[in-house]
């Protein structure tokens, strides 16, 4: 009989499962802060469920678990996880040290299908989805060694094409009986998947990151193919149409390529396609790596940039590299170690 993987399940979903099993439904949230806030790795742990129930519960689940097979610390705080999966594949999840709150970077997918052209990641393909265990392990681990008081899915892949798993993910991880944090400090990040906006909306609440990265459908095309299928207006609207708490604002992301968008005609029309979304930006100089031949922007061109926007009263960030000495940029580390392996 194949076991149950638990931290597959919402605290709703354990529930159902526990009463399967013929036990009372507020066992399930018992077990559910053995798994989030106590870390337990084995259910003979969890001390306040009989040894009849937690024989039952080895005999038919288990408890899934991540042990990082490679870390690379930098010298500026920034630390980088390879994972290795059941199946033999890898992800990476990066920690960010930031004036005392550490974020935690993760993975939805093994590999990605959007083919961004500035993006490392996109290079390997798609190979599947994380399910919703993999996911909420890559902070299960980390956690282990380091406080983590932000989540952003920002690793590899696309997280709205892995609803299936994100939406369950983010309710365990915002689950005052799972890990307790704050919606306001969980952010999924979309390249622009315009109906799984909506249906992300309707299914938790988070924060939405939008990687917008070109200000016209000729520029942002040639670099995200993803714009052939949901243009700029229509990923627009889907912004403006997005259920946001009080308050709250979403996050566009600007890669910012030399020559290509980095121009102030493309910062003034920026500020035009943003108006009327309540909304911050996130300057993202870009992080050149083997095998692309974009270019970082100048100081220059990034200070410019910068500048104008907050002339024009719009709040942003222009994001430092982090981790710049131990492959920090998505992708990096697993690139490299599977060179070595087909080197060995």
Not at 179 to 199: D, I, N, W
Request: hydrophobic letters at 40%.
């Amino acid at each position: 009989m194949e076991k149950t993987d638990i931290k597959n399940l919402t605290l709703s979903g354990l529930e159902a499962y526990i009463s399967g099993l013929g036990k009372e439904r507020f066992r399930a949230k018992q077990i559910f802060k053995w798994l989030y806030q106590m870390d337990a790795m084995d259910f003979d742990e969890m001390t306040n469920v009989s040894k009849e129930f937690r024989a039952v519960l080895k005999e038919r689940a288990e408890i899934s678990n991540l042990i990082p097979e490679a870390v690379e610390a930098s010298g500026d705080g920034t630390r980088k996880y390879l994972f290795r999966l059941a199946d033999g594949a890898s992800v990476e999840s990066v920690l960010i040290p930031d004036e005392g709150r550490n974020t935690l970077c993760i993975s939805s997918q093994v590999g990605c299908a959007m083919k961004c052209a500035f993006c490392l990641t996109g290079t390997f393909g798609l190979a599947r989805n994380l399910t919703t265990a993999e996911i909420v392990n890559q902070v299960c681990a980390v956690k282990r060694e380091h406080p983590v008081n932000n989540i952003v899915f920002m690793g590899m892949g696309e997280p709205l094409a892995n609803l299936g798993a994100v939406i369950p993910a983010v309710n365990i991880l915002t689950d005052p009986d799972g890990f307790q944090f704050s919606t306001r400090k969980v952010t999924v990040s979309t390249s622009g998947l315009v109906p799984e906006m909506a249906e992300l909306g309707r299914g938790c609440t988070v924060n939405l990151a939008v990687s917008l990265n070109a200000t016209t459908d000729e520029v942002r095309d040639q670099i995200m193919p993803v714009n052939r299928a949901y243009p700029l207006k229509e990923l627009l609207a889907a912004c403006k149409a997005f259920p946001l708490p009080s308050r709250r604002w979403i996050t566009i992301e600007y890669v910012m390529i030399r020559d290509l968008n980095d121009t102030l005609d493309d910062a003034k029309r920026l500020v035009r396609l943003i108006s009327n979304i309540p909304s911050k930006v996130n300057l993202i100089p870009f992080n050149e790596h083997d095998g692309c031949g974009f270019k970082s922007p100048t100081q220059e061109t990034i200070d410019r940039f910068h500048k104008y926007l907050l002339d024009k009263h719009v709040t942003v960030i222009t994001r430092s590299s982090r981790g710049g000495d131990i492959s920090a940029a998505c992708g990096q580390l697993k690139g490299k170690l599977d060179q070595m392996q087909q080197q060995d």
